[in-house]
Each structure stands twice: as structure tokens, then as C-alpha cells.
């Protein structure tokens, strides 16, 4: 008979107490420990923004765990405002230290699960340290953030990033009464994830709500007398004062632990996993923010830092690592990378590759791009949206879209995952039957217009 088996979770929020969730799940019997060094173990990351916007005016509306719920009600013993130092995964031992007293302790484990999330990206610059400079990654940001606005006087913010982080930032603080100028290196926000003409449609949006968006690189941040920033000094040589900086520039896996204790990590910089989660070590599994994950389109390794994501990784995780005996291992099925983002009153979609990095994965892409309406002409509600597909021009797979326009649009994009997943075609996309309502949307749907666009793109192509 199997004696009762001891597993650590190493990280809270949507991974780790998901992990741990499934792991109680799949063994009622194990004794499962879910160490976070933050008093907050689960939350709603996604709805920060309206708590920065003012929307939401307790913070606590957006923890979906306390400690104390979830041993009560997953059956895990919660170890909060605890940090581990050391992960010993030949011998089992963990050591962690409690800022509640400041005792570091020791206990033995037969399993690991690492869900230590990310952290973001603060420059090496004097300045970035400064009680006006702020990140905004967890709750405690957003508090600390909140906390500062309410208490001072704001006319004037810098926000050094154009991702989606950067641009609800920017939306939330405009809509505190405070002037907004975004700076961030390429023309349009959301260059990554977007073509040129998409990106600086997303522009337009963020100047229509006010925001200043100007595109340019920081070079450092100027100091008054008081320590505080009090302006930006662009790379250009230009200086954009402010009363407030939000550094948006990304974010770095956490992965010290893991890598002290022998853990590989791939060419992305986060956690080396398989698909059922499992490092390089056979007792130690990842998951969420620190892993890397296959995307689908070109089997490539990212990073995606999204809470669905984080979700799906823990569970698997979770249900791996607790398994023995007859039980069937849990696969992550990879990711198609989407991301919706509100911009004012615009919404913005991507997903899949933009066509230079499928070409840079050895695809032969091209593009098309229409412009059409959310919802029938007549429909007072009926905006513009604008479509971009990505497609291989050998046989017109769909390779990646981008959708940036009024009400209606972000859930558009959910219409291509599975279409893309099954390596479907622009020809598969026609003849999908898409509801026509004028309330929801025209005759024929934008998807369905651009899908014919690339039709006769490609049918142009085969007979030049």
C-alpha cells in the first residue's frame, strides 16, 4: 500500500492554487502545502484596472481566495506571507522563511510544483526606485499605486510601455481625471502583436480618449529635490514632465528558485516543460507565468502570461503531479496566443502570428485587411471594425488575425481559435455559417468579408 504522499505548490494567484486545487482533487489524501510569500494567495489580476479606474472601490471585491477559504473549502494547508529559499529536489527538503516572525524552517516533500509567476521589467536607471515610480504586476501594486494617487496631486502621468498592461493603465488614470502621456518605441502601441496599420489604429483610439501616445524610448528618469521623478527624459533629448511613472515594459519569468535547484529553463527564459508540465526533474512540475508552452500555428516555445493560460497549466500540473497508480496523465494542448484588450470605447483582438514572425518561422505569409461594421448599417449602436488576417499563401491557412474596432469585436476573435487549432483554411472560414442579426451584426460578417478578401488574394496569386 502507497504511504500518503507530500506535495508543495510554490505560488499562488490562478496557478498555483489551481494546481493545488486538482492536486486534492485527484489524491484526497495527500498532504498538500501551498506556500505564497503575499498575504493575498488568489485574486482577479484581470479586474485590476477597474479597481485603478475607481470602478471597483475595494480591493478586496477582487480576492476570490482568502487563506482561510481555501483550506476550508480545497482541503490545502495555506502557508501565506512565506518565501522559499531553497528547493532540495534530490533530498525533498524545502526551506522557507515566515515575514510573519521571521523564522525560517524546514520541511520535507515527495513533490514539487513551481508556479513562482513573473515579475516586471524595472530598469537598470537612477530614479526607477523613486515612491512615484510604480509597476503595476499583482494587487499589491495596484494598492500601492491607488493608495498614491488618492493621496496626491496628479496633473500629469508617464506610462513607459504600449503593451496591453500599458494601455489599461493609461485608460484607468485618464479616467481619474489625470493627463496621460504613453511612451513606447515603434509606431503604435502593440507592436508585437500587431501590423503597422493595425497598431497605429490602436493609436487613434488611445489619442481619441485623451492619452498622448508618442514614440519614443526612455532614456532616464530626472529627480527633484524631494527624490521623486519628476520627468522623463526621452532619447531624443526630450523631457516630458510628470507627477507619476508606471513602468509597462514587460515582464521576467521568476525563476531563480527553480534553477537553483537544477530546473532548466528554454530559449524564452522561463521554465523547460513537457506536455503533462514536468521539468527536467522527475519529482518537481511548473506551471503558469514561469513556463514556456508550445504555440500551436509553428510548435515554437513562448511565454504566455495570461490567466487562462496560468489556469490550464496549473490544473495539469496538479493532476500530474498528485497522480499514481491507474489515473491518466493531464496534457496542456498549447496555446494559439490571443489576447483581447478594451481601449476606450474600442476594443481590441490578436491572435496567432503577425506575418512577419510567420515568415521569421519559415511560413510564405501574407495579409489581407477590410474594413466593415459591428452590426448592421441601420443599428445605432453599428461601428467600424477593422479585420487583418494572416495567412500562408500556399494553400491560405489561417495563420494569425488581428481585429481592432467597436463593441463586438474582441469576441469575434474567439471565432478563429478553434479554426486556427485545426490548422483551418481562409476557404474553412467562408463557409462557416455566422449568424447574420442585424443587432449583432451585418449581412455578411466581417470575418466572412475578410475570409473572401484573402480568397481572391490567393486566386490572384495562382494565376500571376
Not at 500518503?4 to 486545487?21: K, Y
Not at 476570490?64 to 531553497?86: C, I, K, N, Y
Not at 514536468?278 to 511565454?303: F, P, Q, Y
Not at 474582441?410 to 478553434?418: E, F, H, Q, S, Y
Request: aromatic residues 6%; proline residues 4%.
Amino acid at each position: 500500500m502507497m504511504g500518503r504522499q507530500r506535495i508543495a505548490v510554490i505560488g499562488g494567484v490562478a496557478s498555483g492554487t489551481a494546481a493545488a486545487a486538482e492536486a486534492r482533487r485527484l489524491d484526497p489524501d495527500a498532504q498538500i502545502v501551498l506556500f505564497e510569500q503575499y498575504a493575498e494567495i488568489s485574486y482577479g489580476a484581470c479586474e485590476i484596472p477597474l479597481f485603478l479606474a475607481g470602478t471597483v472601490k475595494d480591493p478586496n471585491q477582487l480576492i476570490a481566495f482568502t487563506p482561510e477559504r481555501f483550506e476550508e473549502e480545497r482541503g490545502v494547508s495555506v502557508q501565506a506571507l512565506t518565501r522559499v529559499d531553497r528547493l532540495d529536489a534530490q533530498s525533498g527538503m524545502l526551506e522557507f522563511t515566515s515575514s510573519v516572525d521571521g523564522e525560517t524552517r524546514k520541511a520535507k516533500f515527495d513533490k514539487f510544483i513551481l508556479a513562482t509567476g513573473a515579475r516586471a521589467v524595472s530598469p537598470d536607471l537612477p530614479g526607477v526606485n523613486a515612491e512615484n515610480v510604480f509597476t503595476v504586476r499583482d494587487l499589491q501594486d495596484a494598492i500601492s499605486l491607488e493608495t498614491y494617487i488618492s493621496d496626491t496631486v496628479i496633473q500629469h502621468a508617464v506610462v513607459v510601455g504600449g503593451g496591453f498592461v500599458g494601455i489599461e493603465v493609461a485608460e484607468s488614470l485618464t479616467h481619474r481625471g489625470i493627463r496621460v502621456t504613453m511612451l513606447q518605441p515603434t509606431p503604435g502601441p502593440l507592436h508585437v502583436h500587431l501590423e503597422n496599420d493595425m497598431a497605429l489604429l490602436v493609436a487613434e483610439l488611445l489619442e481619441k480618449g485623451g492619452v498622448t501616445v508618442r514614440d519614443e524610448r526612455m532614456a532616464r528618469l530626472e529627480a527633484s529635490s524631494d527624490s521623486r521623478v519628476n520627468a522623463v527624459r526621452t532619447v531624443s533629448g526630450e523631457m516630458v514632465g510628470c507627477q507619476l511613472v508606471i513602468l509597462a515594459m514587460g515582464i521576467i519569468p521568476n525563476v531563480e528558485l527553480g534553477v537553483e535547484a537544477g530546473v532548466k529553463i528554454g530559449d524564452t527564459g522561463a521554465f523547460r516543460v513537457n506536455d503533462r508540465m514536468r521539468t527536467n526533474l522527475a519529482n518537481v512540475w511548473a506551471c503558469g507565468d514561469c513556463v514556456e508552452v508550445e504555440r500551436v500555428i509553428d510548435g515554437r516555445s513562448v511565454i504566455s502570461p495570461l490567466s487562462l493560460t496560468a489556469f490550464k497549466t496549473g490544473r495539469v500540473a496538479g493532476r500530474n503531479a498528485a497522480r499514481r497508480g491507474a489515473h491518466k496523465p493531464a496534457r496542456f494542448e498549447g496555446v494559439v496566443a490571443a489576447q483581447g484588450v478594451k481601449v476606450f470605447d474600442g476594443e481590441v483582438a490578436y491572435l496567432g502570428l503577425t506575418k512577419s514572425v510567420a515568415q521569421e518561422s519559415g511560413f510564405s505569409a501574407a495579409t489581407v485587411t477590410i474594413r466593415h461594421r459591428t452590426k448592421g448599417a441601420l443599428v445605432p449602436e453599428s461601428r467600424f471594425i477593422h479585420v487583418t488576417l494572416v495567412f500562408e499563401t500556399f494553400r491560405g491557412r489561417i495563420l494569425g488575425a488581428q481585429l481592432v474596432g467597436g463593441p463586438g469585436t474582441v469576441l469575434r476573435a474567439n471565432t478563429l481559435i478553434p479554426l486556427i487549432r485545426k490548422g483551418a483554411t481562409v476557404s474553412d472560414l467562408y463557409e462557416q455559417d455566422l449568424i447574420y442579426a442585424p443587432p449583432f451584426s451585418p449581412r455578411l460578417d466581417p470575418l466572412l468579408v475578410a475570409a473572401r478578401k484573402a480568397i481572391r488574394s490567393l486566386e490572384g496569386r495562382r494565376t500571376t
